[in-house]
């Protein structure tokens, strides 16, 4: 059973990111100067061409890719920007008018990029996502009043990992939070799960500024402690203000979750590669918090979700087919959901249940040594570490950025380490990663982006083939287990026609068409090898192919 925790601070204003909200102003004008003050590291003296390229690149983004959640004054803005940079060029006080240029600029990125927190909508927020939740993972046909009670709900997220040292170092220093990214669900789910089972207050966030476009969203996302990202936006000055957001937060002693992976896993594989610019940030934070005199320290904790679904699952696997087949995958012509869609979804809210893991790994500090319940950290020989010895050169406390980017890969290794072994093995993922090998095995000279091209087709697989090779797979990943190498789910893998029967049943719930489903003929059918081959991937990180003879994919 999942253990529920009480609150560390049960009174919502009392927790960082309301303290941040309410500082909001005085927060933005900090961090104004601190991105102003990074931005002249890298580009002083070459203001005129960081300005340049600024103003370049938002016009193509307002021509090419414009969205209506973008400023009104959008457009002249930029023109009003290209202007003042234009007449600068023959003033004599030319540095002082570009240095202002950039500080403008910085000023209103940053008001667009750092939201607000709501403690009123935060409570409202959690009676909603009950109840939302509640339809999601548990089914309507219970026995209970309505669709089960919240009790029911919080046993249906499981949560896994050594939450209690987690819960500790919240009260030693500043937590950051790094989960795997597969659904657009995941920061509701993350936010809700620490909040309702782990009983630790809200979490600054990331949110895609695409999310903006829906009205409704954007209320409730804007009042939720969010800050918004928009990935359309390339230019330097941007990426050094989003980037500065994360850590000037994670400074001023704001919790944090970000996606490492950058945006969500479009094949279904768990991430093994992590974008380390937002990972740097957590390291720079440090070391200022050292170079400050102050002692605070910031503690990493990896998070791997398992779902048996994910609601975008048909559209990220066609994103990711179109990329590696490009010119030879023939993508997917259905359009958004329809009437007939929704409905369906609806209806399956009330008739279906499913579970979803939360598996926290070992919490550590920024350069990936684990640490104990006081915050100490211990290197892989069991030896206390000393983390100011890692800024430190000739007896002088110093930031250096290639030191610092080593670092960051560390950290990065460390976390994709963490995601492999928190991993939390579902019936499902065996179910899809074995019926995947054994059609694609009958099929292989097709080639992959061939084989997936054949629309419409069913794919059938002998049950006695499919159970021996479920079987196969069990035992391997129980060995796997014993030795600490994955962690697996609260089904019973002591029994082979348990772990079938479970993993047909929840793969892919929601989806219109049953992904594998067992006949009366005793065969098992695919309906959609494309989905199956998305479910398939969160396995191929651990080279089960090889001890089963299979080919990778």
């Given at each position: 059973?999942?253990?529920?925790?009480s609150?560390?601070?049960?009174?919502?204003?009392?927790?960082?990111?309301?303290?941040?909200?309410?500082?909001?102003?005085?927060f933005v004008?900090?961090l104004n100067?601190?991105?102003?003050?990074?931005?002249?590291?890298?580009?002083?003296g070459?203001?005129?061409?960081l300005?340049?390229?600024?103003?370049?690149?938002?016009?193509?983004?307002?021509?090419?890719?414009?969205?209506?959640?973008?400023?009104?004054?959008?457009?002249?803005?930029?023109?009003?920007?290209?202007?003042?940079?234009?007449?600068?060029?023959?003033?004599?006080?030319?540095e002082?008018?570009?240095?202002n240029?950039?500080?403008?600029?910085?000023n209103?990125?940053?008001?667009e990029?750092?939201g607000?927190f709501?403690?009123?909508?935060?409570?409202?927020?959690?009676?909603?996502?009950?109840?939302?939740?509640?339809?999601?993972?548990?089914?309507f046909?219970?026995?209970?009043?309505?669709?089960?009670?919240k009790?029911?709900?919080q046993?249906r997220?499981?949560?896994?990992?050594n939450?209690?040292?987690?819960r500790?170092l919240?009260?030693q220093?500043?937590?950051?939070v790094?989960p795997?990214?597969?659904s657009?669900?995941?920061?509701?789910?993350?936010?809700?799960?620490?909040?309702?089972?782990v009983?630790?207050p809200?979490?600054?966030?990331?949110?895609?500024?695409?999310l903006?476009?829906?009205e409704?969203?954007?209320?409730?996302?804007?009042?939720?402690?969010?800050?918004?990202?928009?990935?359309?936006?390339?230019?330097?000055?941007?990426?050094?203000?989003?980037?500065?957001?994360t850590?000037?937060?994670?400074?001023?002693g704001?919790?944090?979750?970000?996606?490492?992976?950058g945006t969500?896993?479009r094949?279904?594989?768990?991430?093994?590669?992590?974008?380390?610019?937002?990972?740097?940030?957590?390291?720079?934070a440090?070391r200022?918090?050292?170079?400050?005199?102050?002692?605070?320290?910031?503690?990493?904790?990896?998070?791997?979700?398992?779902?048996?679904?994910?609601?975008e699952?048909?559209?990220?696997?066609?994103q990711?087919?179109?990329?590696?087949?490009?010119?030879?995958?023939?993508?997917?012509?259905?359009?958004?959901?329809?009437?007939?869609?929704?409905?369906?979804?609806?209806?399956?809210?009330?008739?279906?249940?499913?579970?979803v893991y939360?598996?926290?790994?070992d919490p550590?500090?920024?350069?990936?040594?684990?640490?104990d319940?006081?915050?100490?950290?211990?290197?892989?020989?069991?030896?206390?570490?000393?983390i100011?010895?890692y800024?430190?050169?000739e007896?002088?406390?110093?930031?250096n950025?290639?030191?610092?980017?080593?670092?960051?890969?560390?950290?990065?290794?460390?976390?994709?380490?963490?995601?492999?072994?928190?991993?939390?093995?579902?019936?499902?993922?065996?179910?899809?990663?074995?019926?995947f090998?054994l059609?694609?095995?009958?099929?292989?000279d097709?080639?992959l982006?061939?084989?997936?091209?054949?629309?419409?087709?069913?794919?059938?697989?002998?049950?006695?083939?499919f159970?021996?090779?479920?079987?196969?797979?069990?035992?391997i990943i129980?060995?796997?287990?014993?030795?600490?190498?994955?962690?697996?789910?609260?089904?019973?893998?002591?029994?082979?026609?348990?772990?079938?029967?479970?993993g047909?049943?929840?793969?892919?719930?929601?989806?219109a068409?049953?992904?594998?489903e067992?006949?009366?003929?005793?065969?098992?059918?695919?309906?959609?090898?494309k989905?199956?081959?998305?479910?398939?991937?969160?396995?191929?990180?651990?080279?089960?192919?090889?001890?089963?003879?299979?080919?990778?994919?």
């Amino acid at each position: 059973m999942t253990q529920i925790f009480s609150h560390l601070i049960p009174k919502i204003e009392d927790w960082p990111v309301a303290r941040l909200s309410r500082e909001r102003a005085s927060f933005v004008q900090k961090l104004n100067t601190f991105v102003f003050d990074q931005l002249m590291k890298t580009h002083d003296g070459n203001l005129n061409e960081l300005i340049s390229k600024t103003i370049y690149l938002e016009n193509q983004r307002i021509k090419i890719n414009p969205w209506k959640v973008d400023p009104a004054d959008d457009k002249i803005y930029w023109k009003n920007m290209a202007t003042d940079l234009e007449n600068s060029l023959t003033r004599e006080d030319k540095e002082e008018v570009e240095v202002n240029l950039v500080k403008r600029i910085i000023n209103r990125y940053n008001e667009e990029i750092v939201g607000h927190f709501m403690p009123k909508t935060f409570t409202f927020s959690r009676y909603f996502l009950t109840s939302f939740f509640k339809r999601l993972f548990s089914s309507f046909f219970k026995g209970h009043w309505r669709w089960g009670t919240k009790k029911d709900l919080q046993q249906r997220i499981k949560v896994q990992g050594n939450v209690t040292l987690m819960r500790s170092l919240f009260q030693q220093g500043t937590v950051v939070v790094l989960p795997t990214h597969y659904s657009n669900l995941d920061s509701i789910m993350v936010g809700y799960a620490i909040d309702t089972n782990v009983g630790i207050p809200a979490f600054s966030y990331g949110a895609g500024l695409n999310l903006y476009n829906v009205e409704v969203v954007a209320y409730f996302i804007n009042r939720l402690g969010a800050f918004r990202v928009d990935r359309r936006k390339k230019n330097p000055i941007y990426l050094e203000c989003l980037k500065s957001m994360t850590g000037y937060s994670i400074l001023e002693g704001v919790n944090c979750i970000f996606f490492p992976g950058g945006t969500r896993s479009r094949s279904g594989q768990t991430e093994d590669k992590l974008k380390l610019g937002l990972i740097s940030s957590v390291i720079e934070a440090q070391r200022l918090h050292l170079e400050q005199k102050e002692d605070k320290k910031i503690f990493v904790v990896p998070l791997n979700i398992g779902y048996h679904f994910v609601l975008e699952a048909s559209q990220l696997i066609d994103q990711h087919l179109q990329s590696i087949g490009r010119e030879k995958y023939t993508r997917s012509k259905k359009a958004g959901p329809n009437f007939g869609d929704i409905w369906r979804f609806i209806k399956d809210l009330y008739s279906k249940d499913s579970e979803v893991y939360m598996s926290f790994g070992d919490p550590m500090d920024v350069f990936g040594n684990k640490v104990d319940d006081h915050g100490v950290s211990f290197d892989k020989f069991g030896q206390k570490v000393n983390i100011e010895d890692y800024f430190t050169f000739e007896g002088k406390l110093s930031g250096n950025s290639q030191r610092e980017g080593v670092y960051a890969k560390m950290l990065g290794e460390c976390v994709v380490n963490s995601y492999r072994k928190f991993n939390t093995i579902l019936s499902s993922n065996v179910v899809s990663f074995v019926a995947f090998h054994l059609v694609y095995a009958e099929y292989e000279d097709m080639g992959l982006i061939n084989l997936i091209n054949q629309k419409n087709q069913k794919y059938t697989i002998d049950y006695e083939v499919f159970a021996e090779k479920v079987s196969q797979i069990i035992n391997i990943i129980k060995e796997m287990s014993a030795q600490g190498e994955v962690t697996l789910s609260d089904e019973n893998w002591d029994n082979t026609q348990e772990i079938i029967s479970e993993g047909l049943r929840k793969l892919g719930i929601y989806h219109a068409v049953r992904v594998l489903e067992k006949k009366e003929d005793n065969k098992i059918v695919c309906a959609d090898l494309k989905l199956l081959y998305f479910y398939h991937n969160r396995l191929i990180n651990y080279d089960l192919e090889t001890p089963m003879g299979w080919s990778k994919v």
